[in-house]
């Protein structure tokens, strides 16, 4: 396929807004379609983003569908499975064996991983603007169509940054949580889906090459006075393969403490109880304790509307049951760039408009049900007594954990699965599409 031409400078047939995992993946795809594809980034590469930088198998599906080179050689540490540690219990859970996903999964920082998708994407010909920061849209007075973003190019201290417009028919929003473009075209956060938050930060420490990513099931409140106190949520630890740690927490907003505690205290208090041997100690921190939300079960909807499509973050499309958001920015960003792809090449904007009028469809096909269990999931687990009692109970029956395993990482063969998988897959096409 010969490379397409652009338009012009400022003008493509789509521009994506924002190079993390969704927009680099969708702007990959179309590229390699055929279209003419303007990825705008804010910030350069490599640049920090909060994450556990623990990557699942499905994850790791979607970078092999993208030719990125995971050997270890190029820098990719593989993990065996889960090691998950609650209710004095300590369970190690391989990934399980299916024919639709890899049995390992990846950890990787991910400066270096989101600036990987990116060169991927400029590779298969999509144009990649860094230091662009996108403003407000561009409307048509007459349809209310989005038709392109007025941006700001150079860097944050320069004084010759300059403002220029891009035009394209469509625009994918990929700017995560914030989102200010969709928020610039009315689409707001529902307040009825759950909202997570992850703090972390990286130790010096000889726990750095683990084959498996850990999980505790178990977050305690340490610093006093009275009584240590469970808290809603989950801590991790992820080996990285290069001298560090990666420790984290995640927290829901189904609970009563989740605005009154400030996390990154929570975070030192939770370190400062691990064992001295693994170094995870103030004077060990590689830098600061960084915060993020996490979206999650399709918090901003519709997920297109009037020329704009939503892939990632910005439409809420984290996982409930696990905080995973990689994966699933990615599989959208896919998802998305064939729906486009398919508009694209039809005869009248009235077709087109019926193409794109699928995506939403596809979205909740796709993870609409699972969505709705994890909604429920995430209610139970708000109340740490039921955290408790499912973690003392739960760990000490290895069937019930791998079936808890693969629910909770989305992890089934769609056909011809073992019964766990027709059990899983079963649940998610009963429940609800919300």
């Not at 010096?204 to 340490?222: G, V």
Request: proline share 6%.
């Amino acid at each position: 396929m010969t490379e397409p031409q652009p338009l012009s400078e400022h003008t493509a047939d789509v521009i994506v807004v924002g190079a993390g995992p969704a927009g680099s993946t969708t702007a990959y795809y179309l590229a390699k379609a055929g279209l003419d594809v303007l990825l705008l980034e804010k910030t350069a590469f490599p640049r920090e983003k909060v994450c556990g930088d623990g990557l699942t198998p499905r994850a790791t599906k979607q970078l092999v569908a993208m030719g990125i080179d995971i050997s270890e050689e190029a820098g990719w540490l593989r993990n065996k499975g889960l090691r998950i540690i609650g209710g004095g219990v300590r369970l190690q859970l391989d990934w399980p064996d299916l024919a639709s996903f890899p049995d390992y999964g990846l950890v990787r920082k991910r400066d270096d991983f989101d600036e990987q998708l990116a060169r991927q994407a400029q590779k298969a010909g999509a144009r990649l603007y860094e230091r662009c920061n996108v403003g407000v849209p561009i409307i048509d007075d007459r349809t209310g169509r989005i038709t392109g973003v007025h941006a700001k190019l150079g860097d944050a201290d320069s004084k010759e940054k300059r403002e220029v417009t891009f035009h394209a028919p469509l625009v994918v929003a990929a700017d995560g949580n914030s989102t200010r473009l969709s928020l610039a075209m009315g689409l707001h956060r529902r307040e009825d889906r759950p909202m997570g938050v992850a703090v972390r930060t990286y130790f010096t420490s000889p726990r750095h090459e683990d084959d498996y990513l850990e999980s505790w099931l178990e977050l305690w409140d340490r610093r006093g006075p009275g009584e240590d106190r469970l808290l809603p949520g989950y801590g991790w630890i992820f080996g990285m393969g290069d001298g560090t740690s990666n420790v984290g927490l995640g927290v829901l907003n189904t609970s009563d403490s989740f605005k009154e505690l400030d996390w990154r205290e929570v975070l030192k208090a939770w370190c400062a109880s691990m064992p001295a041997d693994w170094g995870y100690t103030p004077e060990n921190m590689t830098g600061p304790i960084r915060g993020a939300a996490l979206p999650m079960a399709f918090n901003r909807q519709p997920h297109y509307t009037r020329g704009l499509l939503l892939v990632g973050d910005a439409g809420g499309l984290v996982n409930p049951f696990n905080g995973e958001g990689i994966a699933y920015a990615m599989e959208s960003g896919q998802l998305a760039a064939d729906v486009i792809v398919q508009a694209h090449a039809r005869a009248t904007p009235a077709q087109r408009e019926i193409a794109l009028q699928r995506y939403p469809r596809v979205l909740k096909d796709t993870y609409g049900g699972y969505y709705t269990l994890g909604r429920a999931f995430v209610k139970l687990i708000g109340n740490p007594k039921v955290m408790k009692i499912a973690a003392e109970r739960g760990l000490t029956h290895p069937l019930l954990m791998k079936f808890t395993l693969k629910m909770l990482a989305n992890l089934t063969d769609p056909t011809g699965g073992d019964a766990m998988d027709r059990i899983i897959n079963g649940l998610s096409k009963v429940a609800p599409k919300a």
